[in-house]
């Protein structure tokens, strides 16, 4: 293994971190990125590096890298541009492994000074096989590790899982991270890129296939100078690991945002997206697409064929879904004789027994219930399942069988729910059925039928890909 | 005024509500639907009718209507359909003004009986000009009245509001009011219409229109009996007030379950789409974009032009949201150059100044992040406000000045915003700025520009039917 992958393994993985401009001052960006580690629960050592400081949050500052002697891994830079290139080179000197450059002010600025340090630091780290996350990010985080290389100490309430989210802008980051909170999805690792000295969506991709902790790759991207790499790596995964992407600038406006922002223009819309799908790569046209793409992506098996089953407790949602199944390509399937006749048995001939099945009629008997998704997720037509159900007071008891059900049922299929209930009525089960990995839910049936269509598209480019 | 709609009035605003088929048995709805009254705090008077019964919820019970007195003005019906022509009869001879039919099993039977029934019901409530919303429905509420008449007690914990929500679909009722929890939108009324004895959506457009509580209408359609109508009244209200329209039934397999749901066949989608349109209905694709487009509809002043400013403290958010304007044809215009010459005092060179202005650069200066939203709220070629702010704690400083600032300002153009943070950092200063009128949130940047081209197209069609 090459110097740079190896470096990679420390730079999300480091033993001790210097943080370069650590701050007491609330004001300073070196503040939030001690308050990160720290609040993170950092395990590891943590050297501050203030040549003026004696403590920060009850950790003994130091004046310089080398006063730290030969211990550190990973180094996050957030002192002025100016100094950046010094502080590089004391990097070398000291044999840090990784940096997380969170100084902005290089190639996206005006003065084409900016642009020269860029490559002057590009020469420093090259050379040197370091690996460089930034400049002009908010950091990175790898949740496995317990390590918050940020200045955004709120990353840390996330919940830990197998999403790796790799992003070319920080705000687009933070939005899927707090939306994160509110969709219970967990993530393996957030990667701001900013503007990508060494370490970009190729380099990610490439570390992230060999990353046990990271079973989907959801990407947020601008524009970017390389695309013929991460489509290259990219195919080299396909097949191993789903990758998602959400690409902006498709405006005319984004042009130009993109080249202020992160100092690469934005480029042909629909050429990435084809290069894209050439790759295997799914794409998506919103963020909240990406995160319930992603999701499905972690924590859902490969469906096997696109025959869909849609369950509902309730008519409306069912047809809400089944909409988006027809829309979208998925054929909801005919179900085999012998579950037809298991649901004929459980439903009362006034209901849709047919698939989409709506289990409105059986709401008040939970074995019928039960019975129903038992028979359709034995039923070899059926590559996936699509639940909604709406729960409240009057009929929350028609579930629990169910839920016992799907919690022993392991699995075999993805089963993508919708189920939504007011707080306090069947929410924590929800979430405990997604942490056993008996689900993957979402809180409306369109985002859930949208995430089966997304899992059936990888599965099927990879069969291709494969074949 | 007829008595219909007199009796309209007595029936969502009633001083007394009987529950035909009341139980303290927790394994019927009359359980529930006495549950939603009392727990809703309804303030009128509660007459529970059950023969058998002593007390249901601390409440006597009545063995009949007629033991009531001439005093009920809503009755709600729980008992077996086959019952429910007697009930009906009795609720006549009482001089009760409005009935809510929770009974199932009529004309979405596969049994002739069934909609035998519902004719004869139909004659019975026609004939005394009782309006009845059902029969085979959860119930109604009315908010502004603490009036929970469904068998859904939860609802009650639903925010008062504005938008009314009239909906073919239970399941997708109870959907809708549970996304409303998560996302901060109150509702006027929710009605589930069930399978229309004589309450179908022309007429509850007809009466939402005079409702002073109700500033925007929210349908849900599956399929109906007379578009014509529908499409009549709708013609009527606009102007007035808005109305958008959710419609499913896209899918081949939806019509077959509109006809088991509701006894109505979905029809042809696209004709519906473009009866919406030309009585100037605007119509979404999906649920969460139902919620929505309503609640911007319910809490925005009319944008004038369809010039748009999109004001983003981080790039990325702001590339997402400027896509879709383009993407749904909303102008992202110039600034006079009096505001630009604003914002470029206040920006340095290196950020994006024009619109969409990035204004991540001034992250650290409340002042100026305040200084550039007044003079963009003030600039004449801006009809609307798009505003994506993602904080944490690092960048939570910079936002106070500009909430006291949206605050003052009095709403007099759109601002329609995506702000964002974890738990805790400022999502109760978000509602705070909700509740006073000053913002419409939403938690993607894609989800706000969507809501702001809803807004801007209403806009158009009504100065287009207008002039």
Redo the contacts between chains.
């Keep these: 293994m090459d110097k740079y992958l190896q470096n990679m393994k420390f730079l999300f993985n480091p033993s001790s971190v210097a943080v370069v401009g650590a701050s007491q001052n609330p004001?300073k960006?070196g503040f939030?990125v001690m308050?990160s580690l720290t609040n993170g629960g950092f395990p590891g050592k943590i050297f501050p590096i203030n040549p003026g400081g004696q403590e920060i949050m009850g950790i003994s500052c130091y004046p310089t890298l080398a006063a730290c002697g030969d211990m550190v891994d990973l180094a996050i830079v957030v002192v002025p541009a100016s100094v950046v290139p010094t502080v590089f080179q004391e990097c070398v000197k000291n044999r840090v492994k990784g940096i997380v450059l969170i100084t902005a002010?290089f190639k996206?600025?005006?003065?084409p000074q900016g642009a020269v340090l860029h490559e002057q630091l590009a020469a420093i780290a090259d050379r040197a096989q370091i690996p460089v996350i930034g400049p002009n990010t908010f950091g990175m985080i790898n949740f496995h590790a317990r390590l918050n290389a940020s200045?955004?100490?709120?990353?840390s309430?996330l919940k830990k899982g197998h999403i790796a989210l790799v992003?070319?802008?920080?705000?687009?980051?933070?939005?899927l991270?707090?939306?994160g909170?509110?969709d219970n999805a967990g993530f393996s690792k957030i990667v701001g890129l900013g503007n990508r000295l060494n370490v970009d969506f190729a380099q990610m991709i490439e570390y992230l296939c060999e990353d046990s902790q990271t079973k989907a790759i959801a990407l947020?991207v601008?524009g970017i100078d390389d695309p013929g790499s991460l489509v290259e790596k990219a195919k080299a995964v396909t097949g191993r690991k789903p990758i998602v992407a959400y690409k902006?600038?498709?405006?005319?406006?984004?042009d130009?945002?993109?080249l202020?922002?992160?100092g690469s223009v934005?480029g042909k819309h629909d050429i990435y997206l084809a290069a894209f799908r050439q790759a295997g790569i799914v794409t998506v046209p919103?963020?909240?697409q990406l995160l319930d793409v992603a999701k499905a992506f972690a924590y859902c098996p490969i469906p096997r064929g696109k025959g869909i089953a849609v369950l509902?407790?309730?008519?409306?949602?069912?047809?809400?879904g089944?909409?988006?199944?027809?829309?979208e390509g998925l054929e909801?399937v005919s179900f085999t004789p012998q579950t037809q006749a298991k649901i004929n048995s459980l439903l009362p001939?006034?209901?849709?027994r047919?698939?989409?099945v709506?289990m409105?009629p059986a709401w008040?008997d939970a074995s019928a219930i039960a019975g129903i998704v038992k028979a359709v997720m034995d039923d070899d037509n059926v590559g996936g399942i699509l639940l909604?159900m709406?729960f409240?007071?009057?009929n929350v008891d028609a579930v629990s069988g169910m839920a016992d059900l799907l919690k022993s049922w392991n699995q075999r299929k993805p089963v993508i729910s919708?189920m939504?209930?007011?707080?306090g009525?069947w929410d924590e089960q929800v979430c405990e059925l997604e942490e056993c990995g008996a689900i993957v839910n979402y809180?409306?049936?369109?985002?859930a039928a949208r995430a089966m269509a997304a899992l059936c598209k990888w599965a099927k480019m990879t069969r291709k890909n494969k074949g």
Excluded at 151 to 155: G, Q
Excluded at 322 to 327: K, W
Excluded at 349 to 352: C, K, Y
Aim: glycine content about 12%; aromatic content about 6%.
């Design positions: 004001g960006l939030h308050k002010g996206e600025i005006e003065d200045f955004t100490p709120e990353f309430l992003s070319q802008s920080g705000g687009m980051s933070h939005l991270g707090f939306l909170i509110r947020y601008e902006t600038g498709s405006a005319h406006v984004g130009q945002a993109s202020s922002h992160t934005a919103d963020s909240q509902s407790g309730q008519a409306g949602p069912g047809m809400a089944s909409d988006i199944c027809e829309r909801i001939p006034l209901a849709l047919t698939n989409p709506d409105g008040y909604f709406m409240a007071s009057a919708c939504l209930s007011p707080p009525i809180s409306t049936p369109e985002r």
